[in-house]
């Protein structure tokens, strides 16, 4: 069993920057892939971002490429989400989510544990 506990969604004016943080409870992080997926407002929930188990691979869905970082601390059972630029658009609840396997992957049926989300609210 995983536990995930999202942390560090604001409202940030467009253009600013956020990082989240998602803490993950039991010893074996290093087993997960680990993702980022955000559900905006009257709208599905879609992929974001994910890293592999080691933190060499990541995978970012079109729009938020050369913005958004994902990357993991396993000593610290922890996985960060960079968000640079911030548009309106942003504006979600993000989850954090583990998949137990290596590799990374964008498909929401492939992660077995999903956090409870936290608020990202981007002004214009």
């Known amino acids: 069993q995983v536990q995930l506990v999202e942390s560090g969604g604001q409202l940030v004016q467009a253009g600013g920057s956020l990082r989240l943080s998602c803490a993950a409870s039991g010893r074996t992080f290093g087993d997960y892939a680990m993702g980022w997926f955000r559900q905006a407002p009257g709208k599905e929930r879609r992929f974001v971002a994910a890293?592999?188990?080691?933190?060499?691979?990541?995978y970012y869905t079109d729009s938020v490429k050369d913005r958004f970082t994902i990357s993991r601390d396993n000593a610290k059972n922890t996985v960060y989400l960079q968000m640079n630029r911030l548009k309106p658009e942003d504006t979600a609840i993000y989850y954090c989510a583990a998949a137990r396997r290596w590799g990374i992957t964008e498909e929401e049926s492939d992660y077995d544990y999903w956090g409870r989300g936290t608020q990202v609210t981007v002004s214009s």
């Open positions: 890293i592999n188990w080691n933190g060499i691979r990541t």
